[in-house]
């Protein structure tokens, strides 16, 4: 079993907050990481959120934490960003950038930490579950906790 000390929870953890580990078989030919970590889980899609790294305005990146059963807008995350526009991210540029591999990108313990934009829906949850730095590892954690932790802006992300 790989370590259970990565970057993110490493983090989580010098922020001071309360979060629990969780482990699950990460399955490499799922269709959507974060409906099949959720699923692995048994814990509903809404409250997995899956890390999207996404590129503003062509120049900075940006991580959104959205439902793993959602779509990103991206017009809502270049509007709450004061950006004229986003896009994904190359995923070899958001690996090199947060230090972690696509499936595992976390919020947390990025090796140049990134803007972090989390959906407005997170704050109607107890408890919201993000990536903790490698595949099969997640982090529940209180959604004000993340907030607080990464000063992330609260908004809308979700596509209609």
Do not use: W
Not at 19 to 47: H, K, N, T
Not at 85 to 90: C, I, K, L, S, V
Not at 91 to 105: C, H, L, N, Q, Y
Not at 152 to 158: E, R
């Amino acid at each position: 079993m790989a370590s259970k000390k990565t970057p993110a929870v490493r983090a989580a953890e010098a922020a001071g907050i309360r979060f629990r580990l969780l482990e699950y078989d990460y399955d490499p030919e799922a269709e959507s990481v974060g409906l099949q970590a959720a699923g692995a889980m048994g814990i509903a899609p809404e409250r997995v959120f899956k890390t999207l790294v996404c590129l503003l305005d062509g120049a900075e990146l940006a991580c959104a934490a959205i439902p793993s059963d959602a779509r990103l807008s991206l017009k809502a995350l270049a509007t709450a960003a004061g950006a004229k526009r986003a896009e994904m991210a190359d995923p070899v540029k958001a690996e090199r950038s947060t230090g972690f591999v696509v499936g595992g990108i976390s919020p947390f313990g990025q090796k140049r930490r990134l803007r972090c934009f989390l959906d407005a829906s997170a704050e109607s949850h107890n408890e919201i579950v993000v990536n903790g730095g490698r595949r099969g590892l997640q982090i529940a954690l209180a959604p004000a906790d993340l907030i607080a932790a990464l000063e992330a802006v609260v908004c809308p992300l979700q596509a209609e």
